[in-house]
């Protein structure tokens, strides 16, 4: 890979960790509020906490109930609406001489790929096939 297309990947994997880390920020805020004891028991039992704490547990509950209500009621419309009527179809292969063309490769070499479930492939810097190191583990018959 060239070294902006590395630099790319190393953002956008980056990106998407802080983002996994941030989401996961209220869970791991509240599983530290429950191993700091004197100050879970003084806020929960000294200053009524557990009052509002309850109030919230059973706002989100209702909440997460009435998202699941609208999700399976629009699931159970779609169901109704789209039965019986498979709009998906399997696009149709292309020939093996469009793909060699495409890739500029040998057609022999694009056949023998077709038959590979797992290779390797690496690219020349104009986006061309430079060369394909192929796996032994083939697709079943």
């Known amino acids: 890979m060239r070294l902006r297309d590395r630099w790319a990947e190393v ?3 980056l990106f998407f960790w802080l983002l996994l880390i ?3 920020q209220p869970l791991l805020s509240v599983i530290a509020w429950f191993f700091q004891g004197y100050v879970f028991y003084h806020h929960m039992v000294t200053l009524d906490g557990y009052q509002s704490f309850s109030e919230s ?3 989100y509950f209702l909440l997460i109930l ?3 209500g609208v999700f399976l009621l629009w699931a159970r419309i779609n169901l109704w ?3 019986g ?3 998906r179809e399997t696009p149709p292969d292309s020939l093996l001489l ?3 063309l495409y890739f500029n490769v040998d057609p022999v070499a694009v056949q023998q790929w077709r038959e590979y479930k797992n290779m390797v492939v690496a690219f020349d810097e104009k986006g061309n096939i430079a060369n394909a190191i192929l ?3 083939k697709k079943p018959a």
């Open 11 to 13: 953002g956008v994997t």
């Open 22 to 24: 941030y989401m996961w």
């Open 57 to 59: 547990v059973l706002r």
């Open 66 to 68: 009435l998202f699941d």
């Open 81 to 83: 609406r789209f039965r």
């Open 85 to 87: 009527n498979e709009r």
């Open 98 to 100: 469009e793909q060699s």
């Open 135 to 137: 796996k032994q583990i």
